[in-house]
């Protein structure tokens, strides 16, 4: 009995797992909840009123910018359709997020036409918040001047770039389409995975650094006197070059451990890129502090 029960709990977490698993990747451009509560066009918002900032997009570009030539948030769009159906929808939750939403809530997921102009643009006073979520579909995706406690993107289709960033938390997803770009400040956890190429800069030192791209992954961190371990995890076949100088290094069949102690700090990983092409083949740099 007590073994029937073991194996229920077990299946009950996976499927649960998996549930979540769906949730976290579902498209959230469509049939989203409360949809009669959103307002179509352009709206204007306190920045006041806003602790976390939610988005997603379909087509053309989306630009989110948090800027001084603002005092409140004023969301804007160009588009080529006149149907209310098909343009910018936003709403502030009681609970301080700002959802903004390419289509109405009631457009199916095979009735998304097909946009020539689609650009979204937020413009976002300074201000910390606790989160942002930015969301792309076939979107162009410019987040520059961001603070907040976390920060996630997700690709699907095309790249995100993110400038001037202030943030604590990092993680970066998708469905291995599309590059991502981030540079700034990144003080917590870094967790980029699901792009083609990534390239993380940051003027501060996170306190953990995984990533995860189909063809390179670059990260650059600010020179440290405490050096760090990083761990490339492999798949043959793997080609790689490092840089700068390595104090110690390990090489093992799946991974190699490098340690790097002091002077200016940057890791560029380049690998064979017509082998990971090939393949599909995903390396790991995984930094941790030392």
């Given at each position: 009995m007590k073994r029937l029960?073991?194996?229920?709990?077990?299946?009950g977490i996976i499927t649960t797992l998996a549930l979540v698993g769906l949730v976290a990747c579902k498209d959230t451009r469509t049939g989203y909840p409360d949809g009669d509560k959103y307002t179509a066009g352009a709206g204007t918002y306190s920045a006041a009123n806003v602790s976390k900032l939610n988005v997603a997009?379909?087509?053309?570009?989306?630009?989110?910018?948090?800027?001084?030539?603002?005092t409140d948030i004023q969301?804007?769009?160009?588009?080529?359709?006149?149907?209310?159906?098909?343009l910018l929808h936003h709403y502030l939750d009681p609970q301080g997020t700002l959802w903004v939403k390419p289509l109405a809530a009631s457009v199916g997921d095979d009735e998304i036409p097909t946009f020539t102009t689609k650009i979204l643009t937020i413009k976002f006073p300074k201000k910390a918040l606790e989160e942002v979520y930015v969301e792309n579909h076939g979107a162009k995706t410019y987040i520059d001047g961001v603070n907040a406690s976390k920060l996630e993107t997700?690709?699907?289709g095309y790249d995100t770039a993110v400038t001037n960033a202030n943030v604590g938390e990092l993680k970066t997803k998708g469905d291995g389409t599309g590059d991502t770009r981030v540079s700034g400040r990144v003080t917590g956890k870094v967790?980029?995975?699901?792009g083609q190429e990534l390239s993380l800069y940051t003027s501060a030192m996170p306190t953990?650094?995984?990533?995860?791209?189909?063809?390179?992954?670059?990260?650059?961190?600010?020179?440290?006197?405490?050096?760090?371990?990083?761990?490339?995890?492999?798949?043959?076949p793997f080609t790689c070059g490092f840089?700068?100088?390595?104090?110690?290094?390990?090489e093992e069949e799946t991974k190699i451990v490098k340690t790097y102690k002091g002077g200016a700090v940057a890791i560029n990983i380049t690998c064979n890129q017509g082998i990971i092409r090939q393949t599909n083949n995903i390396k790991i740099l995984k930094y941790t502090a030392a």
């Open positions: 029960v073991s194996i229920l709990l077990i299946v997009w379909t087509a053309g570009t989306a630009n989110v910018t948090f800027t001084d030539e603002v969301i804007t769009e160009e588009n080529n359709f006149t149907d209310e159906a098909y997700y690709n699907s967790n980029m995975s699901s953990e650094i995984t990533m995860t791209g189909k063809i390179s992954a670059t990260l650059t961190i600010p020179e440290t006197d405490g050096g760090f371990k990083a761990t490339i995890t492999k798949s043959s840089e700068p100088i390595v104090e110690s290094a390990a």
